[in-house]
């Protein structure tokens, strides 16, 4: 197979644009999606489900599915203004749904964790307690021996919270703060104002857990060059250990997809943007993991924020160890089956599922409802797709050793265009993505797709 490389990253190779079209088709987080997830029937026991797998090394993730506001591009599974009485009762089902499940997987250790949403941190100081104890008493997580993730916001990062947070063995903290200039959080459905952003992360870095993760958003209107890197600049005035720079998506049933986007050089402006915040970030001394992802090269690698990528720490890697996930939002997955409950965007819709999740039993909980079966192939190309699109790419001893073939020929059709595109390279040590290829990763990862899963994606109902 050829291989090339772009000889100018600010100039779209017109083959990169003839080939994949727009370079934002979607973030491509995990694979499959979830809109790719259909009703399971029969409904698998976990047993089952986990029979013979291998859990010494496992991902432990928490959902809470509540927010103070919903951003105008969020498409997350979360409801906002969630009363007192409806957490309680949310606690009181992911108690239970955790007997059910540790019942059923009675060996399992965890290697990472995470708390997401939603906002965590929606939920007061008693009610994290009660969800870190949940995740260590039941189970049996050793939340301070391992890597932690909790993702909050500026309304929700009080001192009491953090300090809850820092006491339980949270050793990353994300912040979606999107844009340190008022206006621009307005326009993209955040309104807040840079003084409560500022609070909070002083509050964060008063908390003193180990790594602060920063979340901001290029392609915002008003937006500009000048004011983009001054959003990074003032992010980085807390040098924080990583920072994630996010393509705005206008999704449906989002406060945002309710305004058409008709600006024709939508993609550029973003493209622009992402290669200014990239080259502005290196500049500051923080090397490039993924597309979004940038971690300061004199901190500690914790890859404890998602399922992507390895931990150095503990060896985790998502593409060979499994993930539990406990919440009516969450996905678990072995190596041939992923499974959640029913996903949904909409209001109503989501407002349904948490309704139902909080009277479920805990019988209930001890079947896979919803998901998807991966075969050889959708297992091969799940390797490829989570490894390909970090920046050290897929290592090809990792892949041969999982699968007894070579990547590069399992998939020469699909990856001989964008190599002939200059946006991937392929040698003995591996696939990895050029620079230029980093920038289109989200047409990338959809281009990769295999039939059968895209043509469920797209008969996917949004609700």
């Not at 090809?396 to 073939?405: L, P, S, W």
Request: charged letters at 25%; glycine letters at 8%.
């Amino acid at each position: 197979m050829g291989s090339s490389s772009t000889a100018d990253p600010l100039v779209v190779p017109s083959s990169a644009r003839d080939l994949l079209g727009s370079p934002y088709a979607g973030y491509v987080y995990s694979y499959p999606h979830k809109t790719a997830y259909r009703p399971l029937a029969p409904m698998p026991t976990l047993g089952d489900v986990w029979r013979g797998q291998d859990l010494s090394a496992l991902f432990l993730y928490v959902h809470v599915p509540f927010c103070e506001m919903r951003c105008g591009f969020c498409n997350l599974f979360t409801r906002t203004g969630a009363p007192a009485e409806l957490v309680g009762r949310y606690l009181d089902a992911l108690e239970r749904q955790a007997r059910a499940v540790r019942e059923a997987i009675p060996a399992a250790r965890f290697a990472v964790a995470a708390v997401g949403g939603g906002t965590p941190t929606y939920l007061d100081a008693p009610e994290l307690q009660k969800l870190f104890d949940i995740a260590t008493e039941v189970m049996g997580a050793d939340l301070g021996a391992i890597p932690m993730s909790v993702e909050t916001s500026p309304a929700t990062a009080t001192p009491e919270r953090l300090a809850v947070l820092a006491e339980r063995g949270t050793t990353r903290v994300s912040i979606g703060v999107q844009s340190f200039d008022d206006t621009e959080a307005r326009a993209s459905g955040r309104p807040q104002r840079r003084a409560d952003v500022e609070a909070a992360l002083a509050a964060i870095r008063d908390a003193a857990v180990p790594t602060l993760n920063i979340d901001l958003i290029y392609g915002i209107d008003g937006q500009t060059r000048a004011s983009w890197l001054a959003s990074i600049d003032a992010a980085l005035a807390w040098r924080p250990e990583e920072l994630y720079l996010y393509p705005l998506y206008v999704r449906p049933l989002t406060g945002l997809g309710r305004r058409a986007v008709t600006r024709a050089d939508w993609d550029e402006e973003r493209l622009a943007l992402y290669r200014a915040g990239r080259d502005h970030l290196r500049e500051a001394g923080y090397e490039q993991v993924s597309m979004r992802m940038f971690r300061r090269a004199d901190a500690l690698p914790d890859a404890a924020g998602g399922p992507a990528g390895t931990d150095a720490e503990t060896g985790y890697r998502c593409q060979r160890d499994g993930m539990i996930g406990l919440g009516c939002g969450a996905r678990s997955y072995t190596a041939d089956l992923h499974y959640s409950f029913e996903y949904a965007v909409g209001v109503g819709e989501v407002r349904a599922i948490i309704d139902d999740y909080v009277t479920l039993d805990q019988d209930a909980f001890t079947r896979a409802r919803v998901g998807y079966r991966l075969d050889a192939g959708e297992r091969r190309r799940r390797h490829l797709l989570t490894s390909l699109l970090q920046a050290d790419g897929l290592a090809a001893t990792d892949y041969r050793a999982a699968f007894g073939t070579d990547a590069e020929a399992d998939f020469a059709a699909e990856l001989a265009p964008l190599a002939d595109a200059g946006l991937l390279t392929v040698s003995a040590a591996g696939i990895r993505l050029t620079d230029e290829g980093l920038a289109w990763s989200d047409a990338i990862g959809p281009a990769l797709f295999s039939p059968e899963t895209s043509t469920l994606m797209h008969g996917y109902r949004p609700r």
